[in-house]
């Protein structure tokens, strides 16, 4: 949702979709980040009484039931391992809906970024149990690799035309057009 409203930012195809994007994302975001908070507050207060942060994440329904969905695919020491997660989707938005333009930025941005969280997810592990995190760390290995072809294919290294996009893609293309006009 956020890249979508964003995006709807630049187009600005009227101005009722333009107030509407900005009311869907601001709700969202002060939603979700108060959500993030009150977890991270949860914890604490669960590791200043019982010294362990899974004692009121864990073991209260009510807390579980109405918070839970931020923060049990995590370890409970890593419960706020969800902000840096909503920030990278935030950050990630803004590059794709407003980087349009500016190609060359939004390739390294979103390479820095997917780096960041290979990286960070690699080295804290922060998911319930094994298979997750190895899961997850498969998915930011792909998206990683998904930037770096971005990167290569957007012509940022000058490279022969022949490495910039399979000619096959051109030729189907082509073709496609060529039968739809019949």
Same mark, same amino acid.
């Given at each position: 949702?956020?890249?979508?409203?964003?995006?709807?930012?630049?187009?600005?195809?009227?101005?009722?979709?333009?107030?509407?994007?900005?009311?869907?994302?601001?709700?969202?975001?002060?939603?979700?980040?108060?959500?993030?908070?009150?977890?991270?507050?949860?914890?604490?207060?669960?590791? @200043?009484?019982?010294?362990?942060?899974?004692?009121?994440?864990?073991?209260?329904?009510?807390?579980?039931?109405?918070?839970?969905?931020?923060?049990?695919?995590?370890?409970?020491?890593?419960?706020?391992?969800?902000?840096?997660?909503?920030?990278?989707?935030?950050?990630?938005?803004?590059?794709?809906?407003?980087?349009?333009?500016?190609?060359?930025?939004?390739?390294?941005?979103?390479?820095?970024?997917?780096?960041?969280?290979?990286?960070?997810? @690699?080295?804290?592990?922060?998911?319930?149990?094994?298979?997750?995190?190895?899961?997850?760390?498969?998915?930011?290995?792909?998206?990683?690799?998904?930037?770096?072809?971005?990167?290569?294919?957007?012509?940022?290294?000058?490279?022969?035309?022949?490495? &910039?996009?399979?000619?096959?893609?051109?030729?189907?293309? &082509?073709?496609? &057009?060529?039968?739809?006009?019949?």
């Amino acid at each position: 949702m956020c890249i979508l409203c964003l995006w709807e930012i630049t187009q600005r195809d009227s101005a009722a979709e333009v107030v509407l994007a900005l009311f869907v994302l601001i709700s969202m975001c002060v939603a979700l980040g108060w959500a993030a908070l009150k977890v991270v507050r949860l914890a604490k207060r669960s590791v @200043s009484q019982h010294k362990n942060p899974a004692y009121i994440l864990y073991s209260d329904p009510a807390a579980l039931n109405k918070w839970g969905f931020l923060y049990v695919q995590f370890r409970a020491t890593a419960y706020y391992f969800v902000m840096p997660l909503l920030a990278y989707v935030f950050v990630k938005a803004l590059f794709i809906a407003f980087a349009q333009h500016q190609p060359v930025v939004q390739a390294v941005a979103l390479v820095i970024l997917e780096a960041v969280l290979l990286i960070g997810i @690699s080295v804290l592990r922060p998911y319930m149990d094994r298979k997750t995190n190895i899961f997850n760390i498969s998915i930011a290995s792909v998206n990683f690799i998904n930037v770096v072809f971005l990167l290569i294919f957007t012509n940022i290294f000058n490279q022969p035309v022949s490495t &910039r996009s399979p000619p096959i893609m051109n030729t189907s293309l &082509r073709s496609f &057009r060529e039968l739809s006009l019949v």
